[in-house]
Every structure is written in structure tokens, then in C-alpha cells.
């Protein structure tokens, strides 16, 4: 899980009446994304269940840069921007680029996990911290220090 790369084929059912992109499109590329990711390292939806575990989103932004058309042939990239040493709280972004290497898009997001039957946020188990661990960082990586209460 050292270079975190997918390529995906952008559906009809994605496009707007401009003829590229939908803005939203762009989200559910970068979440299909991360669950590939994820899911590749074993966290699947059957163990975010055994968890009681899910990973939450507080902002999500996209930057444009480029139309997208139908048929275009996508890559997205994941790379951790900052977290906490035990990964409770984190940022990742995605280059979105199109097949000739033009860049489309940046998405930026900052998570954290929640408990689902406390309903709060947690800090994740070692299995899922390994996992993120494994996340390639930024250039301008950088740890978050929680300050105590």
C-alpha cells in the first residue's frame, strides 16, 4: 500500500447538463476511492461493522481545475496531508487527473472515525491505525498535537 493510485472510467450517469463533470461527482469518485483503499487493506464494510467504527468526513473540498467529459479515463491519488499520531483525526487529498496526466481536481478532506453505538468520535483500534500508517504522506505532512482537555 505504498502509492495509493486508481483509475476509474467516468460514467454517463455522472454528467451534468454542461456535458462534464458533476461538482458532486467528484466526492463519490474520492470516497469510492478510499474504500478501495481500505478495503484493500482489510477494512471492509464487514469489519467497520465488527468495529462499530465508521469513518466520518467534517469538510470536503474541491478545487477545479479542469472539464472532466464522459468517457474520460480518470486517476485519483490519496495522500495523508496531516494527522494525529493515533490517526483519531486526519487529512487526506486526492489529485484527480485525466489520461493525459492534466490535472483535473484536488480534494481535500479532514476525518475522523465515530463510535457507532456511542455515537461519538473515538480513536480507531491498532488494526485500523496500521492501516493508516501505511497511507503515503505529503510533501507538508504534518502531526496534529491534540491538546488536553
Known sequence: MQHFKRTMQVRWSDMDANRHLRHSAYYDYGAA???????????????????????????????????????????????????TADFARWSLRHHVTKQDGTL?????????WMDLVKRKLTVPNPFIQNIFSKFPKSEEYELIIRKEK
Open 33 to 83: 476511492m478510499r474504500m478501495m483503499i481500505l478495503s484493500e487493506g482489510g477494512l471492509d464494510l464487514r469489519k467497520l461493522e465488527e468495529f462499530e467504527v465508521v469513518p466520518i468526513l467534517f469538510r470536503e473540498e474541491a478545487i477545479f481545475k479542469r472539464e472532466i467529459r464522459l468517457d474520460d479515463i480518470i486517476t485519483l491519488d490519496a495522500v495523508m496531508v496531516k494527522s
Open 104 to 112: 483535473a481536481a484536488i480534494i481535500n478532506i479532514d476525518g475522523a
